[in-house]
């Protein structure tokens, strides 16, 4: 290797970037959403920036906020600087800038094994290959391919920067070099905590590669520790107390497990690190319960750990005296490891495993690796120990290289990510939950414009949540998706199913929004508008619920019951919470009806075409349909009448055809034949063809008028118009024939109606009308019917 290493660094840094350059396109998934597009405070850009250091990094999420558990500003302030650059969130910049990071951090790495590696008069390869080793392991996907996981990559690159510029320096290191090293870690650390143990690194640095004492090495970590301490103090001051939300067997398998079932399970949880570290697959995004349960020193591969763990202890002490650097990657990983591996009930974290906890100590595991086998080819003096190093490495590499893109590809999107998870972690339920998360999701997304497919999708959601459900067990369920299950339901019209769920959510969840809001969508739906207003109502008691949706389906329900009034104050404060040109509408139509026309001007407004006096004469229309529908004929004569002189001015019966139909027959069953015949032949030239208007034009040619040839043409008409009841309609016309004398054509007519029903009338018609032609076998005939009708 005759090129500097900086070379070789920069080109060993650039391939391990290269590995993720596939993700520039790929969208938003897993937990990215916490940290860019539903934070609230990112999403406003620097508007608010300094509340992100005031408050815990889980206080800013839409979905359960909390002010504990993490601290993580630094990383929160860089998304709302991406927002403030680019003016809206875009997946894209964050995987770019992913890649990026872990492109400088590899540089930064490359750089300190190098300076290490020469302090102990260590051949150029050795770095190198770590370095290699470490750029192309499948198990950093999850943190440069997640947008989420910014927070390692800054978290480390802070930290391995301060490291760095602390050993190069280290003959002379004066007081601001001391400030610019801690204040990198202070960085650091409020971009992530985790690097709180490379701390120990500096001693072990110290120590191994220094030659320091124990004390001397001890007293190194100094500048760390006091933005250690800065730290502590405002995570102390910011955070409230932990939560116990994620105290429960589904995030941890840990929790509520004491003794001997606790040290077995650790014990197996370590072994199953390191069989990832060495055979990276499957790889999964969760490992939640029951892909991991409970162990117990009945497992074989427990007491495997505990005697690989046990020599690894071993051989790391025996190795301290002889600074052995075996010894320092052992101890180097089990430092950098501590933090996650619950050692302790009050450092349990909140989940059994994850691959991103390796991000570092996987360095000390690529160390281990390479300097182990640089130490077998010292042990038999091979020559050209470079190229064979690299040649026994190098089938590692190109699988680790294949693993890391094919493994990158998962975080595409949300469905591609939880679908995965049911792939290489199929007893997780979190898994399953997940992915039908996600499903529900797109089904919402496709139900309006491709419903079949949205179907699918929603039924696909339902078997997954239903598989996690069936993992969890009665004793440890999870109600903050029974809503969610809920809506699945609906979506493939399982409404029984769903309102029981539903029930289920509010009995476990009382002060839930989601699920007393569905239910009472599902009540309007169903017409029960009292209920549908009583939940609504509740809805808007609970810790979070949606003002917006809540207040505007709260007014539609106010619509439905007249209550007019009510409606008009939550539409108005549901515009308060946000602009909608629907509830303006609404609100203008409202105002309208009770008579305040100026604010049904403004509120009408942005309509265009607005105008209070039609606006007024729809409602006075629809007034009288309802009453019309409702046979409340005198109260449809009242409003129809109130509209009849402006009825040209806003469409006529182009634009309302059944108006003069509706109207006359209102007046006809009030008894005013006179007027109700002068709409009648308004709504006949409107449409000549409506056989209801004929029918009623001839009943009143016949029974008012006394004019039987007008009578028989509308009859007539009615029955070529195909008057959906055609016995009614020929034995109408029958009796205009009779009262004409035209017997033959009313025994034509009466018997046509014969095809479509039956009565004594119209038989005892057709015997009188057979006899008064001297048809005596179908006067009999007629005859014998009457009879039968009789004997039934």
């Known amino acids: 290797m005759k090129q500097k290493p900086i070379f070789w660094i920069l080109f060993i840094s650039l391939l391990g970037a290269a590995l993720y350059i596939h993700t520039f396109n790929y969208g ?19 508007a608010e920036w300094t509340e992100l250091f005031q408050y815990g990094s889980m206080n800013f999420i839409s979905i359960n906020p909390v002010n504990t558990s993490i601290y993580r500003p630094f990383t929160l302030l860089t998304f709302a600087i991406e927002y403030q650059v680019f003016g809206e969130f875009n997946a894209t910049n964050g995987h770019i800038l992913n890649v990026i990071l872990y492109f400088f951090l590899l540089v930064i790495l490359g750089n300190l094994l190098v300076i290490l590696s020469q302090k102990k008069a260590l051949p150029i390869f050795v770095p190198l290959l ?21 927070d390692t990559l800054l978290a480390s690159l802070f930290a391995f920067s301060a490291i760095l510029y602390w050993v190069k320096n280290e003959g002379s290191f004066t007081l601001p070099k001391q400030f610019l090293v801690g204040g990198l870690f202070f960085l650091s650390l409020i971009s992530k905590e985790e690097t709180i143990t490379l701390m120990a690194l500096v001693c072990l640095i110290a120590y191994f590669f220094q030659k320091r004492s124990f004390g001397a090495s001890i007293k190194s970590v100094i500048p760390y520790l006091i933005p250690v301490i800065l730290y502590l103090v405002c995570r102390a001051i910011v955070l409230d107390e932990a939560a116990t939300m994620y105290d429960s067997k589904i995030n941890s398998v840990l929790y509520g497990v004491s003794g001997g079932e606790r040290l077995a399970t650790n014990l197996f949880i370590y072994l199953q690190y390191v069989k990832l570290l060495v055979v990276p697959h499957p790889l999964s995004w969760d490992y939640s319960f029951s892909q991991i349960d409970v162990q117990t020193f009945a497992n074989p591969l427990v007491w495997v750990s505990l005697l690989f763990f046990a020599g690894l202890i071993f051989v790391a002490v025996k190795g301290l005296k002889s600074r052995s650097l075996i010894s320092f990657g052992i101890l180097f990983y089990l430092a950098t490891f501590s933090i996650f591996a619950n050692l302790t009930d009050s450092l349990t974290i909140g989940s059994n495993l ?28 091979i020559q050209k120990a470079p190229l064979i190093s690299l040649l026994i490495l190098m089938p590692f590499l190109l699988a680790f290289s294949w693993k890391t893109i094919d493994r990158a590809k998962v975080w595409k999107d949300g469905l591609s990510l939880s679908y995965s998870g049911i792939e290489t972690a199929p007893k997780s339920w979190r898994t399953h939950v997940m992915y039908a998360e996600e499903l529900r999701l797109e089904a919402a997304k496709l139900k309006t414009t491709s419903p079949d497919s949205a179907r699918d999708y929603y039924a696909e959601s339902v078997v997954h949540f239903d598989q996690a459900y069936e993992i969890l067990g009665e004793d440890a369920s999870v109600s903050q998706y029974l809503a969610a299950l809920a809506e699945s339901l609906l979506g493939v019209g399982d409404t029984t199913r769903a309102l029981v769920v539903l029930e289920q959510s509010i009995e476990k969840q009382p002060d839930s929004h989601f699920a007393k809001f569905k239910l009472a969508a599902i009540s309007f739906e169903q017409g029960d508008y009292e209920r549908a207003r009583r939940l609504y109502l509740e809805s808007l008691q609970t810790k ?61 407004a942005g309509e265009d075409g607005f105008s209070v006096e039609e606006n007024a004469f729809l409602l006075t229309m629809r007034a009288g349909n309802t009453a019309f529908e409702n046979k409340n004929y005198a109260e449809a004569v009242r409003n129809y009448s109130e509209i009849e002189a402006t009825f040209e001015d806003f469409g006529g019966s182009e634009k309302y055809p059944s108006y003069y139909a509706a109207y006359g027959k209102a007046l006809l069953e009030s008894k005013d034949t006179l007027a109700s ?48 009841d055609q016995f009614s309609a020929y034995t109408n016309l029958g009796t205009a024939l009779i009262v004409q004398r035209k017997e033959r054509e009313a025994i034509e007519a009466f018997e046509k109606s014969l095809q479509y029903g039956s009565s004594r009338s119209v038989l005892s018609n057709l015997y009188l009308l057979n006899k008064a032609v001297g048809n005596e076998e179908r006067m009999k005939y007629y005859q014998e019917q009457l009879a039968n009708t009789s004997n039934q």
């Open 544 to 604: 979070k619920p949606d003002l917006y949706a809540t207040y505007k389906n709260l007014g539609l329900t106010y619509i439905r019951l007249n209550e007019k009034a009510n409606a008009v104050a939550v539409f108005e404060k549901a515009l308060e919470v946000q602009e909608d040109p629907e509830i303006n509408r609404n609100l203008a139509y409202l105002y309208t009806e009770l008579g305040d026309l100026e604010k049904a001007k403004a509120y009408g």
């Open 130 to 150: 770590v370095l290699l080793l470490y750029a192309v392991h499948p198990i950093h996907t999850e943190v440069v391919a997640s947008v989420k996981s910014r």
């Open 28 to 46: 938003y998934s897993g937990d990215d959403g916490i940290y860019a597009y539903f934070n609230r405070v990112t999403q406003q850009g620097l």
């Open 354 to 381: 994850g691959e991103r906890f390796l991000f570092i100590p996987s360095l000390a595991f690529c160390f281990l690796v390479v300097y182990g086998l640089y130490m077998l080819m010292q042990h038999y003096q």
């Open 677 to 724: 015949k002068a709409r009648f032949l308004k709504a006949y030239d409107v449409d000549p063809g409506n056989s209801v208007v004929l029918t009623n034009l001839g009943t009143i040619s016949f029974l008012k008028d006394r004019n039987y040839a007008n009578a028989e043409k509308y009859f007539r008409a009615a029955v070529e118009a195909g008057h959906e």
